[in-house]
C-alpha cells in the first residue's frame, strides 16, 4: 500500500505561483507514475500531468507552460509547481500513483489505486 499526503495549496491572485507537494509512504515510489489530478465544483476529476520514475513528464494542455512536475525518489516526494495561475485553475488537487503505467495513460482514473487526501487551490482575478 501506498499512502499520500498531500500539503501546499491555499488563495492567491491570478498571476500569481503555488507549489503542491506530495509525501509518499508505505512504499518507495521510485517504480510508480506520479500524477496530478484536480476537481472543480461541479466537474469531473481531470488529468494535470504527470511524471515518470525516469523523470519524464507530460501534461495538460489547459497547464503545459505553467505548471511543472517534479520528483525526488530519495525523498519519496513528487511536486506541482503552478504559476501564472489563472482563475479557472481553481479546484482540489490531487496526487496519485500507479505502477506500470505511461504519462500518457495516468489519465486514466479508474486504473489509479492510490490518492493523496486533496488540496485546495483558489485563484482570485
Known amino acids: 500500500q501506498v499512502q499520500l499526503v498531500q500539503s501546499g495549496g491555499g488563495l492567491v491572485q491570478a498571476g500569481g505561483s503555488l507549489r503542491l507537494s506530495c509525501a509518499a509512504s508505505?512504499?518507495?515510489?521510485?517504480?510508480?507514475?506520479m500524477g496530478w489530478f484536480r476537481q472543480a465544483p461541479g466537474k469531473e476529476r481531470e488529468f494535470v500531468g504527470a511524471?515518470?520514475?525516469?523523470?519524464?513528464?507530460y501534461y495538460a494542455d489547459s497547464v503545459n507552460g505553467r505548471f511543472a512536475i517534479s520528483r525526488d525518489n530519495a525523498k519519496n516526494t513528487v511536486d506541482l509547481q503552478m504559476n501564472s495561475l489563472k482563475p479557472e485553475d481553481t479546484a482540489v488537487y490531487y496526487c496519485?500513483?500507479?505502477?506500470?503505467?505511461?504519462?500518457?495513460?495516468?489519465?486514466?482514473?479508474?486504473?489509479?489505486?492510490?490518492w493523496g487526501q486533496g488540496t485546495q487551490v483558489t485563484v482570485s482575478s
Open positions: 496519485a500513483a500507479r505502477q506500470w503505467t505511461t504519462v500518457q495513460d495516468m489519465g486514466i482514473l479508474h486504473e489509479i489505486p492510490y
Open positions: 508505505g512504499r518507495a515510489i521510485s517504480t510508480y507514475v
Open positions: 511524471v515518470s520514475s525516469g523523470g519524464s513528464t
